[in-house]
């Protein structure tokens, strides 16, 4: 009997769009399940937003750079047999993050729980620790409290955040309708700078700390679970997930977008390629920005689909260094963050669709992690906030105003970059809009903003039966391990539904 039912599925055909991390695990995944997949992916490589660009000294990151949740991976391997120490190097960080105020504070927050608390009074003193504990404890609360009825269903039910709610209730009072993330770090920290640092997580699901619910304030503790480099970068990721699913006999297709996703009778049934060719596929799973099908870019008759992706406000964008340059003669950890003067200021001139000028700026040293003493030159990446192209169209003085920007706040931290940083060095939201289309450039899908945004974002069961969504746009959110819940729990509910039987 087990036997028919699994020669049954080996003839269902699922086409996947998108080889994105939520498009690659949804293949690798059913694939395991004895399904036929293809994956159609409008690039030349795997990955998506995880991207790399090419340099003298190799591959240079321009995307995710770090792992974190990474018992999500260690699961999913596990789930089609693997171990992930098999596939990858994996290095735990023991700095989370090394952070630099212009003043010449540097903090590192710390991934082992005591040695953070006594580098915060270090740097900060002794009420600061305090108030770090007390924070670390209530921000864990709330992760816990949502990671099950949240973060791990496909569709949130009110009554079961309710009862989560109800055995955690010291996180409440972050739960104030209307208490931004800004004002509840506020009354968490009397140091401003601790406010900022927090305050800045919330731009890693593409919101501003002055419009973030407090409730974003969990956001770190994705972090705080542990943050992983991975050899060969985050890209090692996509490629080993990418084999083990050619491995089990899927197929990848390269270089062509997908066009349309045809429907007739209720159901999808066909896609078109750029090239002319059409696949036929009992489902199909979108791994591209939803607000594509939104807006019409894969046919008319899918605009119902995450219709509110069309007019809702966007994420957060970015301008995207990727180079080599001379050795910094600075004491960079693999992620660090420079510091704006004036708090939160980045954010206002975003909201009012400008490039800041005083960001705060990302940067990734990833050569710092194993040095090669015969390199003269090492990689990095820079990333600064910026509006999505609903905020701002682009213009063409944006490149030298970026590059200013950010060789100017740079110098002011004493790190003088010898490059001459040009136009392929940069990613900006136009190029992003390009990469990813009808996502206006927004790395993180539609605004975390507000109380109920949780709520409003597409889930992957659609009104088309076999029709599913994955990625950061959908729930549960954006990020690489968010992306591969929200493929997990596409595959479950394709699985669960009548539709492939
Ligand atoms: C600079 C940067 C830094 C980041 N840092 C972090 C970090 O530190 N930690 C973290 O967890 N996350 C980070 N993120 C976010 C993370 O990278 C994304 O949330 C995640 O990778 C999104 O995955 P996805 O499944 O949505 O697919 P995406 O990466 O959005 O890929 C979608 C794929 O679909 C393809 N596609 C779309 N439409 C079509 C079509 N019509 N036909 C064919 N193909 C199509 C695209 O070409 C693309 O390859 C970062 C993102 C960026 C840009």
Known sequence: MAKDISRTRKRKKIAVVGAGIGGLVSALKLASDGFEVKVFEGSDYPGGKIRTLESASGPVNIGPTVLTMLSIFQSLFKEVGENIFDHLELKEQKILARHWWSDGTKFDLLANKDDACDEVQRVFGAKAREQYIKFFHSTKEMFDCFEQPI???SSPSALEILKAICKKPKIIPALV??????????????????????????????????????????????????????????????????????????EFIYGHRVTEIQKSNFLVDKISLDDGTSHEADAVIFNGDPRALATGLLGDNLQNIAGITRDANRSLSANVWGFESNIINKNLAHHNVFFSDKVNSEFYEIEKGQIPLDPTLYICAQDREKPNKAQKTERFEIILNAPPLSKRKPNKEDFKICKSVTLERFKNFGLNFQVDLERKNLTTPKDFNILFPASEGSLYGQSPHGMMATFQRPKSVTSVANLFLVGGGIHPGA???????????????????????
Not at 189 to 211: I, N
Not at 479 to 501: D, N
């Open 151 to 153: 973060m791990k269903s």
């Open 177 to 250: 309708p209307f208490l931004t993330l800004e004002k509840y770090l506020k009354s968490k920290f009397s140091e401003t700078k601790l406010q900022q640092l927090f305050g800045r997580y919330s731009t890693y699901v593409g919101g501003s700390p002055l419009h973030s619910p407090a409730l974003m304030a969990l956001v770190w503790q994705a972090e705080a679970r542990g943050v992983w480099t991975v050899e060969g970068g985050i890209s090692s990721v996509a490629r080993a997930i990418e084999k083990m699913a050619i491995d089990r006999g899927v």
């Open 479 to 501: 990020g690489v391990p968010m992306a591969t819940l929200s493929a997990l729990l596409a595959v479950e509910e394709m699985k669960a539904s009548q539709i492939l039987m």
